[in-house]
């Protein structure tokens, strides 16, 4: 079946860079893409950016500065990085596939990014 | 960015009632329109995708309708277990964008 799961660091530093590894499995990233969403506790979730099947990628123009999300297939992970962390970019980091269309069938169960000193 | 406002931010409702959502959309975005549960500690569940359709194995309870900018999400006869937060998402256009979210709570 369809799995997701994200590992990372769960405490940053301000000022430092974030590096996040989405492994999936039961599904191809040449077939799918793979989006990375962030949710602030008690917010509304923020899309940040996609890795698409044919390994081109599109970023949300507020995070597009900082953030780049690349892949390795042969591992079935897609990663992503983001530089610059400050407190407000606190939250629960997601991975998430697509189906066939831009919606989110599925998703990770989440890791939780603490930055603080 | 198109922008998803979603009311109201907070429902109490009772058993067996039937709920309404809303989101609304700062421009038309065509039906491109998706809406998501989320209970506590959990990730997002994925309910209605192209602003009607209902996503596998999610009860015939939930529906989804609207059109343009104006978006809503109805759940009828509310059971305990549909005590969640609910987000709508809009995905026309980038940056994809969700609604801040209605908490439902039991009255």
């Known amino acids: 079946q369809v799995q997701l799961k994200e590992s990372g660091p769960g405490l940053v530093q301000p000022s430092e860079t974030l590096s996040l590894t989405c492994t999936v499995s039961g599904f191809s990233l040449t077939s799918y893409s793979v989006s990375w969403v962030r949710q602030p506790s008690g917010k509304g979730p923020e899309w940040m950016g996609r890795?698409?099947?044919?390994?081109?990628?599109a970023y949300n123009s507020a995070l597009k500065s900082r953030l780049s999300i690349s892949r390795d297939t042969s591992k079935n992970q897609v990663f992503l990085k983001m530089n610059s962390l400050q407190t407000d970019d606190t939250g629960t980091y997601y991975c998430t596939r697509d189906t066939f269309g831009d919606w989110f069938a599925y998703w990770g169960q989440g890791t939780l990014v603490t930055v603080s000193s | 960015d198109i922008q998803m406002t979603q009311s109201p931010a907070s429902l109490s409702a009772s058993l067996g009632e039937t709920v309404t959502i809303e989101c609304r959309a700062s421009e038309d975005i065509y039906n491109g329109l998706a809406w998501y549960q989320q209970k506590p500690g959990k990730s997002p569940q994925l309910l209605i995708y192209n602003a009607n359709s209902l996503h596998t194995g999610v009860p015939s309870r939930f529906s989804g309708s609207g059109s343009g900018t104006q978006y809503s999400l109805k759940i009828n006869s509310l059971q305990s277990e549909d005590v969640a937060s609910y987000f709508c998402q809009q995905y026309y256009n980038y940056p994809y964008t969700f609604g801040a979210g209605t908490k439902l709570e039991l009255k």
């Open positions: 890795m698409w099947y044919d390994g081109d990628t």
